[in-house]
């Protein structure tokens, strides 16, 4: 194995040194050049850099650097970014630019649909499936509770949906939660949300921007099957020293950034905490009066520029939940995460980025009653490296590089924490893997009218000792009194071994100045598993490895646009369908047993998953008006065939997936009223998502037995809820150096008692009648107050 890889690695450097020949011929001129911010001098990653009168142009990477070969006769590049003023620079025969951006002078500018890309550059982008958002198109989005939320602003883009209120996670493109990967300045995050999913762990005041990938996603990228988030904090300035923040109904916020050596060293720390208790001391329900809520979360990074070549960077990040229902448990999640990244330019065109990860994410249940006082935790560690290589030279922007990943899974342990506790300690064995990957990526403008991307990514997965593996008899569903061996492997021997090939493809053919056709292609390999039988993530599911049972997921999705701007590129409009195939998906026995099952791979069953749909859009991302309108058409399904009657679902047939919701409606607007007021709604509507209901039952003596029918043939019903948003921006007088910000937001502005769940409660002499929960079923108004000094 190790033998191959390095075999792969070569020849991706000797195909990368090819092309970067065969670049180099013609009659060019290349230009280079780094775009930063005018005032902090931090670099502006996603600055769109186009040649006047052409649609020739590039984005600048995670550095600010762009590079560009230009015909003869250009003579002057267009640089802009979204919430700064557009720059002319006249080249003048100079190949080496260093352009300072400066910041919109007027607030209401600033506020976009698309974060990332300049007005037209949907259009010229080579992949589909793309949505950036910059912060302060997020922050425009009418808040729960006061509360600016990343994960709640990506769940309202089109392919995007939820199971519904205080869901935590999100589904794209009709994947589950899990097979999403969520990044964190490179850290990826395992649980997403606060509060069951009420908010999100990212503290807007540190974020920078949101990438989200639900198709094209580069080789760079790879362990889920749904879509890529990219999350990216900011830097601090660099220039003066900053104090923000907010305060709201249910929390507050603040954050310092500054120099420590001015124009080379910078920092920045945010914190937010809760202080939510006294909601529910408002509840009519006692228990709700008698339970407790909090979170906090933390973040902190360091950037310091040794000189023009050579950049490092550190980033921490900690956030913390807990939550008691009337006294008697304490649920409690915690998630630590660190980030060291060293980038440095060989030359103008070849640059290398070295960085290493650590996560940990651990959840705990404590029981205070006095017969079961335990401890019941389960978590996932993750330790990774990653040496990312970026070659741009003539037509070419190409990423290859390596990078490997090590996990400890801990599958559960309960522990009693009294010695009056009746309860018995019960520890399963961790697992442990490695995970690796050599990937190469090359994204090439073959001529003005056709761009195409191509990579492949190479990963090998390894579960390894110390570990047992329980052999099953053949030919009967796998239970405890079936097991007929038990192989035992010792430290750091290799229990069980998987790989393969993860090719990428996307092209983009443009008609005309206005309007593209772009067809993709992804294969995506996923090693790690989310075992619940929720509809949504739950603090008490846990992580588990692929292993000698459980194989790892293999998605195949391909997907066909049309996009088209309108209006002198001010309203953007498309039209993408995809197909998804996923072998081996995970589904659930009726009755499974998941905590604490030593045997957990006999309640598991393996099928084959589909998803297909449409996403239409249309946005509008200029003028005193902006907004996008966005419908979706989903399916989601999985087809269970065991090989006895026991591990088959609904006799072999497709049935839909727990989060399976065909429809889905999004409406988006902000208008200005004013040179300081911003007004803010969104309307979002989704088909209800399935559920398994009895059909009858049976009288057998004096008790009554529930039929149900086929899995998940019955649906709960739609959901739609309606937010509005009234928004004071800052007065941008020159000199000024304090800015306020009130916001006032009215979340379910019709008070819809939207179902979370439906459940079915027994009535003597009678079937089981159903009963819907709704989580916030009543108008919830909020103020918040957000600021900053310099």
């Known amino acids: 194995m190790r033998l191959l890889a390095l075999r792969l690695f070569v020849a991706v450097l000797m195909l990368c040194g090819h092309t970067y020949a065969l670049a180099q011929t013609g009659s060019v001129t290349t230009v280079r050049g780094t775009v930063r911010d005018a005032q902090t001098g931090e670099a502006i990653a996603g600055a769109a850099v186009v040649v006047e009168g052409s649609s020739t142009g590039a984005t600048t990477d995670e550095n600010g650097y762009f590079e ?368 690796s990957a050599l990937y190469w990526n090359d994204e090439v403008r073959l001529s003005p009218k056709l761009a195409v991307m191509y990579g492949l990514r190479y990963s090998f997965y390894a579960t390894y000792g110390a570990g047992q593996v329980y052999r099953y008899q053949p030919g009967v569903p796998k239970q405890e009194r079936t097991i007929m061996d038990t192989l035992r492997y010792g430290s750091g021997e290799v229990i069980e071994s998987y790989h393969g090939a993860e090719p990428r493809f996307s092209v983009n053919y443009t008609l005309d100045e206005r309007s593209a056709v772009k067809l993709g292609y992804n294969r995506h390999r996923q090693y790690l598993h989310l075992i619940s039988n929720t509809t949504t993530i739950s603090p008490t599911d846990f992580w588990k490895s692929s292993n000698t049972h459980i194989k790892p997921q293999i998605g195949d999705q391909v997907s066909l646009g049309y996009f088209r701007n309108f209006r002198k590129n001010s309203i953007e409009a498309s039209v993408e369908g995809y197909y998804k195939r996923i072998e081996h998906m995970l589904d659930y026995k009726n009755g499974a047993n998941l905590y604490l099952n030593q045997t957990l791979e006999a309640d598991l069953l393996a099928g084959e998953g589909r998803a297909y749909g449409v996403e239409a859009s249309i946005s509008k991302v200029s003028g005193r008006l902006t907004g996008w309108l966005n419908y979706t058409y989903a399916r989601s399904e999985i087809a269970v065939q065991g090989a006895t009657e026991e591990e088959t679902v609904n006799k072999g047939a497709y049935y839909p997936t727990s989060y399976d919701k065909p429809h889905t409606l999004n409406l988006v607007g902000s208008y200005e009223t004013g040179k300081r007021w911003l007004l803010a709604a969104t309307f979002t509507y989704s088909t209800g998502r399935p559920i398994t209901a009895p059909l009858s039952h049976y009288v057998i003596g004096d008790f009554i037995v529930p039929h149900f029918g086929d899995r998940n043939q019955q649906r709960i019903p739609d959901y739609h809820r309606l937010d509005l948003s009234l928004s004071l921006l800052p007065d941008k007088a020159k000199g000024r150096r304090r800015e306020g910000t009130w916001n006032l937001s009215l979340y379910n502005v019709y008070g819809r008692k939207n179902p979370y769940s439906v459940f079915f409660r027994q009535v003597y002499g009678s079937p089981p009648r159903a009963y819907q929960l709704a989580v916030v079923g009543v108008p919830l108004p909020s103020i918040s107050y957000d600021f900053k000094f310099r």
Do not use: C
Not at 141 to 155: C, M, R, T, Y
Not at 385 to 401: M, R, V, Y
Not at 407 to 434: D, I, M, N, R, W
């Open 68 to 435: 560009l070969s230009l015909p003869a006769g250009s003579n002057a590049l267009f640089i802009s970014y979204l919430g700064y003023t557009r720059a002319t620079v006249r080249l003048n025969g100079n190949t080496t630019l260093d352009v300072p951006l400066v910041r919109s002078s007027v607030q209401l500018s600033e506020v976009g649909v698309v974060g990332q890309k300049p007005a037209h550059d949907n259009i010229r982008s080579v992949q589909g499936g793309i949505t950036s958002l910059n912060i302060n198109t997020i922050k425009s989005v009418p808040a729960f509770l006061g509360e600016v939320d990343v994960v709640k602003s990506i769940k309202l883009l089109p392919g995007v949906s939820s199971v519904g209120e205080a869901a935590t996670g999100f589904n794209v493109r009709g994947g589950s939660v899990d097979q999403n990967l969520i990044l964190l300045d490179g850290a990826p995050l395992f649980n997403s949300s606060h509060l069951f999913g009420f908010f999100s762990v990212f503290n807007p005041d540190a974020v920078e921007d949101v990438t989200l990938y639900r198709g094209g996603v580069p080789a760079q990228y790879g362990g889920r099957i749904s879509s890529v988030l990219d999350v990216r904090q900011r830097e601090g300035s660099r220039e003066d020293f900053i104090l923000s923040g907010g305060i709201g109904l249910i929390s507050a916020r603040l954050a310092v950034e500054g120099p420590i050596i001015k124009n080379k060293t910078s920092f920045l720390v945010a914190g937010r905490s809760s202080y939510s208790d006294w909601l529910l001391r408002k509840m009519p329900d006692a228990n709700l009066r008698n339970s407790h809520a909090a979170f906090y979360d933390a973040s902190a990074k360091i950037s310091h520029s040794f000189n023009e070549r050579s950049k490092l960077s550190l980033s921490g990040y900690r956030s913390f939940d807990e939550f008691g229902f009337s006294g008697d448990t304490l649920y409690n999640w915690t998630t630590n995460a660190a980030t060291a990244a060293y980038s440095y330019r060989f030359s103008p065109g070849l640059s290398m980025s070295l960085s290493g990860v650590y996560t940990d994410y651990t959840f705990k249940v404590t029981s205070e009653q006095r017969v079961n006082a335990s401890e019941y935790s389960n978590g996932i560690e993750l330790k990774s490296i990653k040496a990312d290589f970026a070659l741009a030279t003539g037509k070419h922007i190409i990423h290859f590089g390596v990078a490997a990943l090590d996990y400890t899974f801990e599958q559960g342990k309960l522990t009693p924490t009294s010695a009056e506790s009746q309860v018995l300690p019960v520890q399963l064995q961790p697992e442990q893997a490695l995970e």
